[in-house]
């Protein structure tokens, strides 16, 4: 099921085109601000985003220019500005259409699917999608063996990476530091395994807002550790 953003801070706009959107097998996540918006765009992962071009916070301009920087997904301006100057400017920063307002939900709707399609076409075979595992503002890139906190990406060495991979893929299950150390460092724990405590306090250093009350990666007394969802 293809994921959209619609970026508006007009809800009942926002909330029609939700509606419409959803009826045609689309799941839609609905932002009212452009910085909150802009964040979520860079940190998620959505298959279209429909931006409004008056945005509080930060206007379509700048979320589209924000994201053409990161990502092609396919970006829909919405405006009730009807100036092709503003349509020239939206394309020009790699916008794929702009719709004027007034506008039928079922032209949307039309538009939304043919530019899915065409970028489906354009990517499909070519590129592989990444395996990807994304909570909380936390999102691991399995394939390309990248990390990044609410769009902000942190370097990881090697076994930090596989450390909170692997427990990022197996939620809410303890592990002992001698089962981690076995999967981790591909040997029975005969080694020193107060490695594992090493590699978890970096690691929180890097993922957590307070590393006194970790959000992720949770400490069992006695046990081991645990990735929460």
């Known amino acids: 099921m293809s994921r959209i953003l619609i ?11 939700k ?7 689309f799941e839609v996540e609905i932002e009212n601000r452009g910085d909150t918006g802009l964040a979520r765009a860079l940190a998620e992962d959505f ?3 429909i931006l409004d071009l008056m945005l509080p916070g930060v206007d379509g301009f700048e979320i589209c220019k924000k994201i053409r920087k990161e990502k092609d ?9 009807k100036d092709d100057i503003d349509k020239i400017h939206g394309l020009g920063l790699g916008a794929d259409d702009y719709i004027t ?5 079922s032209e949307l709707v039309a538009r939304v699917k043919a530019h899915l399609s065409r970028y489906e076409r354009l990517v499909g075979g070519v590129q592989k999608k990444n395996e990807i595992i994304e909570i909380r503002g936390l999102k691991i890139d399995k394939t390309a063996r990248r990390v990044f906190i609410n769009g902000v990406e942190k370097n990881f060495t090697t076994k930090e990476f596989d450390l909170l991979t692997f427990l990022a893929s197996n939620p809410n299950r303890v592990f002992t530091k001698e089962e981690l150390f076995s999967n981790i460092w591909d040997m029975e724990s005969l080694g020193d395994i107060a490695t594992v405590t090493v590699h978890i306090k970096k690691i929180r250093e890097k993922i957590e807002a307070d590393t006194s009350k ?5 400490t069992i007394w006695g046990v081991g550790y645990r990735f929460k969802v």
């Open 101 to 105: 307002k007034p506008f039928s939900p």
């Open 47 to 49: 298959d279209l985003f």
């Open 7 to 17: 970026v508006e801070d007009e809800e009942s706009i926002a909330e029609l085109e």
């Open 19 to 25: 509606d419409y959107l959803e009826l045609s097998g």
């Open 214 to 218: 970790p959000q992720y990666i949770e």
């Open 73 to 81: 997904t396919p970006v829909l301006m919405v405006s009730a500005k």
